[in-house]
């Protein structure tokens, strides 16, 4: 693949997409956004949770103006390479300097903490140059640690705008620069503050420097926690890219050549062996085999494919060799349509506010306006400057928002801890408010609802009083690597008299058609009514309970012994024992399910019988299940998606909560927003009840920490707390929200089967 991709119908536009850096809250994602629309001829979505930007403009030039745009921004854009390997490690970590700065700031925090607060609240136990040495340990954490709300901070006001950092700088800078001042002046020979039993010895000024590394600190830790739970949302094309094929064997002249897949071109012909996966979309010129399809259909069957018949790009030839005559290549092919429609849904659902920015994008400036009035107003009314700084301090630091910082990321964390002992990985706050408000839940089939994996469910032996049918199919196929082949052995292993095998001699498998032997002496074939008019066997006794088959949605596999036909097998995918009491927990919390699947209506009407869903959605093709999603959102349904398959990452991405077996594929579980680790599909229902538990506490964290800002501003205002107590009370504010995170850990899912989850413990 290339880093761009020329628009189809705009000569001379071209596709791009740039990874920024610099971001720190959905303000600078906005921001980046209408400066690079304001380019001519340039149409630009930024995505904040995979810190992504995607243009189409014009070609000549459009890298340098981009780069030039973000970084009059504040910002900085690099190129996608779309050749790099997917797995690769060496661009930085950006986390990693946020972990050296939290592991600063913890170290001076501690002993800052316990120096400040023993020594200037007990004067007998100070010694000569404390103050000094406690502004030396506040130094680092003030200056180094909190670097990226001061560097945000200068950015912000550059382009006249405010956000979370400019507060949170601003209050550690003034908190740290007045103990400073407090220091160099000598403090004061009056005593300190009111601490409710009485007043601090004099010099007490100087004792709050511990929170300004306190909230540098804690608000880092929040950072911390934020960044790694975007981390994940932006390896849905590395995913994708792994899952293509990097080489082609082009047949060029007679010869094969073993090329780059992107110099295959339209109307080429291309050789694919036995385990190769297939290069790009087109049709079988000649050759024989089976297809395994599971990654791009979820059907668990693979397909047996013949010249004239259609292929995949992403596909994997299993047995024969194929000639294919390329028809769509590069961002023409399926697999590709696919990575756009889950990064075009991602960058949609990314621009949705983040709750605190909409509630910091007032509450900052408002924070600010009263720190200067509060000064103003106090020298005007013939206040002394001391009292007038104190108090306007004392607003910086009471207006500092560290709960509300801390009260999506810890509630997060909480949450996400205690879904993993669940089996459930949720992926990001956007999967929390997701959660609360979804109204349908639409259940892929293949791989989710069922096993996914091919058992014989029935057999049907034409000669009255034989029993040896199912023994003399496998006994063929006991030789044969198809997944076919594999369950017709499995369900034959336990037959009385399994242990003595036949002699089987003269195996062939017959790529497309089935496979032939002779056991004990005796011709046998197993496979499709087409095998079996090949070799000019009468399979009419068979085509009644072949129909009856394919009506019920399984496999039909005739058996015909010496020449005639013998029986049927019928092979299913079987629906999960634990999905119908999902479905009806998911029923009883008022949520509408909806059953989505490839197969025939009346397959996936005995399945949805089973299941006991509402609706049910079937012949839906691979790249209609995006669309189907988005009829049900145009409906006003709030929809969430269980899937497990590659043709799943769209309507899991165009879901508004996604959800992903881990059984499935890693760009199925890369495109959603939770992973489900537990086979028993009671996880789905505790997903979402746990989600919206944890949606309910970060609401309940910012309602308290938004609230306690807007009593406490006033008091600071008016001179009753003083920036030591400010701090104290801001510290406080922070231990409720914390405190009322942690109560997730004990929640337990409604109705949970207690064993159930007992034995995923052990298993996980």
């Known amino acids: 693949m290339s880093t761009g991709t020329t628009a189809p119908g705009l000569p001379g536009t071209r596709t791009r997409e740039y990874d920024l850096e610099g971001m720190t809250c959905s303000a600078c994602a906005n921001r980046i956004e209408k400066k690079l629309n304001k380019l001519d001829g340039v149409r630009a979505v930024v995505n904040y949770a995979t810190e992504r930007a995607v243009l189409t403009g014009p070609a000549e030039g459009l890298d340098e103006r981009v780069q030039q745009a973000v970084r009059a921004a504040g910002y ?7 050749d790099a390997d997917p797995d690769d490690t060496s661009h930085p970590d950006r986390t990693r300097s946020l972990r050296l700065r939290i592991a600063v700031g913890a170290v001076t925090t501690v002993p800052l903490g316990s120096l400040t607060i023993i020594l200037a609240l007990v004067p007998e136990l100070r010694f000569p140059g404390w103050e000094w040495l406690a502004v030396a340990l506040a130094t680092p954490t003030v200056l180094w640690g909190a670097w990226p709300f001061h560097r945000a901070t200068l950015r912000n006001l550059r382009h006249g705008s405010f956000s979370m950092d400019t507060l949170v700088s601003l209050g550690v800078v003034a908190a740290y620069l007045w103990s400073v001042v407090a220091v160099v002046s000598g403090g ?4 300190g503050y009111w601490l409710g039993y009485g007043v601090t010895p004099e010099g007490a000024d100087a004792i709050y420097l511990e929170v300004a590394t306190a909230v540098t600190t804690f608000l880092l830790t929040g950072r911390y926690v934020e960044a790694r739970s975007r981390r994940s949302a932006a390896d849905v094309l590395g995913a994708l890219s792994s899952l293509a094929a990097t080489t082609v064997r082009v047949v060029r002249d007679g010869v094969e050549q073993v090329r780059p897949v992107g110099e295959l071109a339209r109307g080429e012909e291309f050789s694919v062996r036995p ?17 395994d399809t599971s990654m791009m259909t979820g059907e668990p069957a693979p397909v047996d494919v013949v010249a004239g018949s259609p292929v995949l790009g992403g ?46 994008a007032v509450f900052v400036p408002a924070a600010l306006g009263v720190a200067v009035v509060t000064l103003v107003g ?4 013939g206040g002394s400057t001391r009292d007038a700084f104190n108090a306007a301090v004392s607003v910086l630091i009471i207006a500092c928002p560290c709960a509300m910082g801390l009260a999506t990321p810890t509630a997060l964390m909480v949450g996400v801890g205690r879904a993993g002992q669940l089996g459930i990985v949720i992926k990001g706050p956007a999967a929390l408010e997701s959660s609360g408000v979804i109204d349908t839940v639409v259940l892929d089939k293949t791989g989710t609802v069922t096993t996914g994996a091919m058992t014989v469910a029935g057999v049907h032996d034409l000669v009255p009083g034989a029993d040896d049918l199912l023994g003399l199919a496998a006994a063929v196929e006991r030789h044969s690597e198809h997944p076919i082949g594999r369950a017709v052995v499995q369900a034959a292993a336990g037959l009385p008299g399994a242990g003595s095998e036949p002699v089987v001699e003269g195996f062939t498998a017959l790529g497309g058609l089935g496979a032939e032997a002779r056991v004990d002496g005796r011709p046998v074939l197993v496979g499709n009514l087409a095998l079996m008019a090949e070799r000019g066997v009468d399979a009419r006794p068979a085509h009644a309970l072949v129909d009856a088959a394919e009506d019920a949605g399984r496999t ?14 019928e092979l299913s995918d079987e629906v999960k024992e634990s999905a119908p009491e ?27 019988q089973q299941l006991g869903t509402d609706e049910v959605l079937a012949e839906v093709l691979p790249t209609d299940k995006a669309s189907h999603v988005e009829r049900l959102q145009a409906q006003g349904r709030r929809v969430a998606v269980v899937g497990d398959g590659v043709n799943d990452a769209a309507a899991l991405a165009t879901a508004d909560l996604g959800l992903a077996v881990l059984s499935g594929t890693d760009i199925a579980m890369k495109s959603a927003d939770m992973i489900l680790v537990r086979s028993h599909l009671g996880v789905v229902p505790d997903a979402i009840a746990l989600a919206r538990r944890t949606l309910g506490t970060i609401r309940g964290n910012l309602v308290w920490a938004f609230g306690y800002n807007v009593a406490a501003i006033p008091l600071a205002a008016l001179g009753l707390l003083n920036p030591l107590i400010a701090g104290l009370a801001m510290s406080l504010s922070s231990l409720f929200v914390v405190g009322n995170s942690l109560r997730l850990r004990s929640w337990t899912p409604p109705r949970a089967d207690r064993r159930e989850l007992a034995g995923t413990s052990r298993s996980a």
């Open 76 to 82: 900085r854009a690099t190129v996608v390479d779309r």
């Open 188 to 191: 004061s020979g009056e005593p």
């Open 275 to 291: 385990g190769e996966t297939i290069a790009a979309d087109g049709s079988v010129v000649e050759g024989v085999s089976s297809v």
């Open 315 to 360: 596909t994997i030839n299993l047995s024969g060799r194929l000639l294919v005559r390329a028809e769509r290549v590069g961002a023409a092919t399926q697999l590709a349509q696919m990575a756009t429609m889950a990064e075009q849904a991602q960058a949609r659902k990314a621009r949705v506010q983040a709750l605190v920015d909409r509630v910091v």
């Open 378 to 381: 106090w020298l005007l009314v």
């Open 556 to 569: 039909a596999v005739v058996v015909a012994v010496e020449g005639r036909v013998r029986g049927v097998l």
């Open 582 to 608: 999902a479905v009806a927990r998911l029923r009883a919390m008022g949520l509408r399910t909806v059953l989505l699947t490839g197969d025939n209506a009346r397959a996936a009407a005995r399945v949805a």
